[in-house]
């Protein structure tokens, strides 16, 4: 007996496709699929398939993805592969999809934002159609599992895919399956909440949502300049005045919280419970959409904030114990051992479930993943070895919480 139970007056349901996993963005590109396959087997091996539905997902259909994205941009992402790259990029019909020649690195792009270089953030990868077309299809089906009641809270690790645009892909994001789920659930219920813990600003889904109030966006991330280089945390949106549009009363519906680097547990607890508090109490949710991207954790590879595992939990805790269906959701994480105990300990939170901090490790495929120093010793909430300074006062985060419109 691993003492997993099922949650007592609700259900979750689990969504995943392996063959997601097993997709490579290129050798050195940080997203990296197989954090996937570290979490899964971390979920197994504690034994939380017991306390929930899972359901193996099928691909989004063309028709589904066009419910958001260009008809244009949907064939292309179809047909695309490194074989048929050069010969689509030939085809009139998406000659429109004019590309900056470079990107800041000088990295060739093609239509769309895609490129067959290596490094580039989104590039064309083998089986690339299959892998977005499997992210999204489930979230679509943890979406209708919501929308049905058949589930109070529905999970896909896979999908989070927050910054890619109508006909354009951005960093590492080519489908929104965040976008595509919002309007399905806006077919059932008159208000979505969309909250988006990922180091990096939500801007696709809150471009898409800026002009209307029936969607409140509101994303943590980091916001500001590399003292080195100049250049903007990507993708440099999300200020702390881009509240919506007002001219189609879309205005107060977007919120974001722009956080220096380096901020710690305590001082995110303190921004998420107050702002995600008051959303709640003015907007009133029907149903709330969180995407938990990993890499606003500590140790991340390419963010920049000092998060615990437990803190960042205790977010998904928060969220959940506003009792609305709930639609639970990946997104960035670069340090993949981290991933995997994150998004495991929140699939624990989610069914009510308390782990054990040891990883059992005799029951999983890869232990050395999660063993020895460096690596976390064998633990599933280990500290973080390396921080960034903290640049975050407390009196700035109390202003800012002052700052944000109601
Ligand atoms: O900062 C950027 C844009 C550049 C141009 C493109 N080069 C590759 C990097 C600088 C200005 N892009 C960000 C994108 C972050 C996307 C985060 C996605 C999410 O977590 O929010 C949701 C899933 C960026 N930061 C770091 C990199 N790109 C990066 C990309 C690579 C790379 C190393 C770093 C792409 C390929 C390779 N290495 C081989
Ligand atoms: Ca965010
Ligand atoms: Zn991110």
Redo the contacts with the bound molecule.
Sequence with gaps: DNGIARPKGYKVSYHYNSTVEDMH???????KPWRLTLAKHLILGYGLQYAMDTHEALPASKEQVCAFHDPDYVDFLSEVAPETFDRLCQNPKFAKAVPPPH???S?YLGPYNLSTS????C?VFADMSTYLFLYTGATLAASHQLTTGQSDIAVNWSG????AHKSEA????YINDIVLSILEMLKVWPRVLYIDI???HGDGVEEAFQRQPRVMTLSFHRFGTYDDTG?K???GTGDITDIGLRSTHGEHFALNVPISSGIDDRQYNYLFTSVVGQAVKAFNPSAIVLQC?A?SLGGDR?GQFNINIKQHGECVRFVKSLNVPLLLLG????TARNVARAWCHETALATDNELPDAIPLDFIPRPEAFQGRGHGDGKLFPAFVRSHPNYCSNSDLENMVKKIDW
């Design positions: 963005f290129g050798r050195t590109h940080p997203m990107d800041a690195d990295v290596p490094g580039a953030d590039p989070g895919l927050h910054h951005s960093g590492f994001c990922d180091v990096h250049h945390f990507f993708p991207g890499d390419l997104g960035g994480g670069y």
